[in-house]
């Protein structure tokens, strides 16, 4: 008799199992062999062997998931009601099996979902929720985005049932990778279309919250396809839910220029500039943030801020806001903008910017954190601009460690531009570094003597250009010669355009050189 138990309980074993196998793919059963098998699997699920109870279930959620028509038949059969009844007494992977059961029957219509509720389905997966197996609560969460997502009632009902609060407290603190699935965020996407103004604002802090802590929980949000309605939250009339998308873009973009792409590509960049055109104060800072770090990843990506018209917005935020958390957030921005190529630090430079860093570095009023991040900024941007024009107000009041910067930067541009070199004695520039009282042998000393040689060499070339074009002209005969009545007036002076507005006399122009020949 032993021998024969044995035996049975085998071949129960193995059709347990290959029942299981099967169901997988189960298109080459027909409907009414299907039937016959969910009647034969819920006995099983009232087996004592705890491993046939598991492997019915699942074989049961497997049949239901490719049919919506076996999901009518589980229901038809009360059999719901069976599965959510035995579900907390039973072990994790029971639980998550029995969970896929609903998750199964639910996808596939609103009907189908609403069984699951009136069958209780709603709180026992709430409370699945909560369960320390985290494939217990993936599934869970599974299961409840997919009756949220099919109608508005159905997806009230899921924030009823205390899903909403549960899963927001969930995240609220330091998140694990083990903490959040697919699932989680699939729901929490379900919600955020809600028009309840509150959880809104919740489920995107918790986007937040579990998007700023790694590159792979950021990329899972955005895996989950919830940018576009993320988007939608910016036309909502309640600002801090739009300061709150913003902020999610923010703790997004900061973790590599994949990310970042990803945002520019939907628009990103243009919806925060527009954010920070209509916003005021503390409200920008999440928008200042975001533009510093797309730009700071690539050149590219800089260069996408810029054509935005962001360094514009952020000019307009340096002059408008007065806090100085706002200031440094927004000069450390600018910095991110202008470090990369002379033509990106040339866009920072004709905004006019290059004072306004100047001032906040110097300023006797500025904190120390503004005055440490304009010195770095300045820097940078001043390491790789080549617009001369724009840096000739520095030449004036910047201390020597700036000045220097600057000063290197026309050595280096005037060396190989002779047009530079003519322009910068005519807007005066030559003037203001003959007045500078630098060291003997000092680096500044060496860079007004490298720009002096410069504006040298630059006028020898002229004369000798001017030298090899002059062709004499023939001499006059009284045939050719112009009767004195028609001959124009000899000019007084020969006036020459200044670059820098107004004119400077030509014969003012080879005076400073002359000058210059002087003290050399």
Not at 70 to 85: C, G, M, N, P, T
Not at 143 to 169: C, E, K, P, R
Not at 276 to 299: F, N, Q, W
Not at 489 to 499: A, I, S
Request: glycine share 4%.
């Amino acid at each position: 008799m032993i021998e024969a138990y044995d035996q049975s309980q085998t071949l129960r074993m193995e059709f347990k199992q290959m029942v299981a196998d099967l169901s997988i793919n189960s298109e080459n059963m027909k409907i009414h062999q299907k039937e016959k098998m969910i009647s034969q699997l819920r006995l099983f699920m009232l087996d004592e062997d705890p491993s046939i109870q598991h492997n019915a279930v699942l074989a049961l959620g497997r049949l239901v998931e490719h049919s919506e028509e076996l999901a009518r038949i589980v229901v038809k059969k009360d059999i719901l009601h069976q599965l959510i009844w035995s579900i907390p007494s039973q072990p994790h992977h029971y639980k998550k099996a029995t969970v896929f059961v609903l998750h199964a029957v639910a996808k596939h219509s609103p009907e189908l979902s609403q069984a699951v509720v009136d069958s209780g389905g709603l709180d026992i997966l709430v409370s699945c929720l909560g369960a320390v197996d985290p494939e217990v609560k993936e599934a869970a969460a599974w299961a409840l985005a997919y009756i949220a997502q099919q109608n508005t009632m159905l997806s009230q009902a899921v924030v009823d049932a205390g899903a909403a609060s549960l899963l927001l407290s969930l995240h609220t603190n330091d998140l694990d990778r083990e903490e959040v699935n697919t699932g989680t965020i699939s729901l929490l996407k379900q919600m955020i279309r809600s028009p309840d103004v509150k959880l809104k604002r919740q489920v995107l802090f918790t986007l937040i919250q579990i998007s700023k802590h790694s590159v792979e929980l950021a990329e899972m949000v955005i895996a989950a396809y919830i940018l576009p309605d993320v988007m939608i939250c910016l036309q909502d009339p309640d600002e801090y839910v739009k300061k709150d998308v913003i902020t999610l873009m923010w703790e997004v973009v900061k973790h590599s220029a994949q990310l970042s792409q990803v945002i520019v590509n939907c628009d990103g960049l243009v919806e925060v500039v527009d954010y920070l055109d209509k916003s005021r104060g503390s409200m920008r800072l999440p928008g200042i943030m975001m533009l510093g770090y797309v730009a700071s990843h690539s050149e590219n990506l800089a260069m996408a801020v810029i054509l935005s018209k962001g360094l514009q917005q952020l000019a307009i935020c340096l002059s408008e806001e007065d806090e100085n958390h706002i200031k440094e957030a927004t000069v450390w921005s600018i910095g991110q903008i202008g470090h990369h190529t002379p033509e990106h630090a040339n866009a920072v430079a004709t905004a006019g910017l290059l004072p306004k860093l100047l001032q906040f570095y110097t300023g006797a009023s500025s904190l120390e954190d503004l005055r440490l991040k304009s010195k770095k900024a300045l820097k940078n941007i001043l390491l790789k601009c080549t617009h001369l024009p724009s840096l000739e107000p520095l030449l004036s009041n910047a201390p020597s460690n700036i000045l220097n910067h600057v000063l290197g930067q026309f050595s280096k541009v005037m060396h190989h531009d002779s047009e530079a070199c003519q322009e910068f004695v005519m807007s005066g520039g030559l003037s203001k570094i003959q007045e500078m009282d630098a060291e003997p042998g000092s680096a500044q000393r060496k860079l007004i003597n490298s720009i002096k040689s410069c504006i040298q060499e630059a006028s020898a070339n002229r004369l000798r250009t001017a030298k090899t074009q002059h062709t004499p002209l023939p001499p006059r005969t009284p045939a050719t010669r112009t009767p004195a009545c028609t001959q124009l007036p000899k000019p007084f002076h020969d006036p020459t355009p200044n670059p820098r507005g107004g004119t400077i006399r030509r014969k003012d122009f080879f005076r400073c050189l002359g000058e210059l020949e002087r003290e050399n």
